[in-house]
Nanobody, 126 residues
Framework: QVQVVESGGGLVQAGGSLRLSCAAS????????MGWFRQATEKEREFVAT????????NYADSVKGRFTISRDNAKNTVFLQMGSLKPEDTAVYYC???????????????????WGQGTQVTVSS
């Protein structure tokens, strides 16, 4: 059974930083592209960042480029999202997901992802 569990969310002031972690189990982690998405209240879930199975390639939404960094530790079955220069508009529930095994590259489409976590709340105060 595949499990994806996010952690590290919380309340932070604008301009601050936060690091999210995502632990995956029940799958051959190093073979899966991973992604972070977010969903603000009354908005659609949107792509944030993605990383290839090896960790060599990454891709970001324009809104977070230069502020967020995705990385992974395949030895620990964990993917991270380092968030900096946070803005109130970054407030959302952040979801981690594992892509379908056929994707060997970073992928930003929600439909490419097979396994999702429950999400972790990030709130940025102004």
């Amino acid at each position: 059974q595949v499990q994806v569990v996010e952690s590290g969310g919380g309340l932070v002031q604008a301009g601050g930083s936060l690091r999210l972690s995502c632990a995956a189990s029940g799958l051959a982690f190093s073979r899966y592209a991973m992604g972070w998405f977010r969903q603000a209240t009354e908005k659609e879930r949107e792509f944030v960042a993605t990383i290839s199975p090896s960790g060599i390639s990454t891709n970001y939404a324009d809104s977070v480029k230069g502020r967020f960094t995705i990385s992974r530790d395949n030895a620990k079955n964990t993917v991270f999202l380092q968030m900096g220069s946070l803005k109130p508009e970054d407030t959302a529930v952040y979801y981690c997901a594992a892509a379908k095994e056929t994707y060997l590259y970073p992928v930003s489409s929600k439909t490419a992802y097979a396994y999702w976590g429950q999400g972790t709340q990030v709130t940025v105060s102004s």
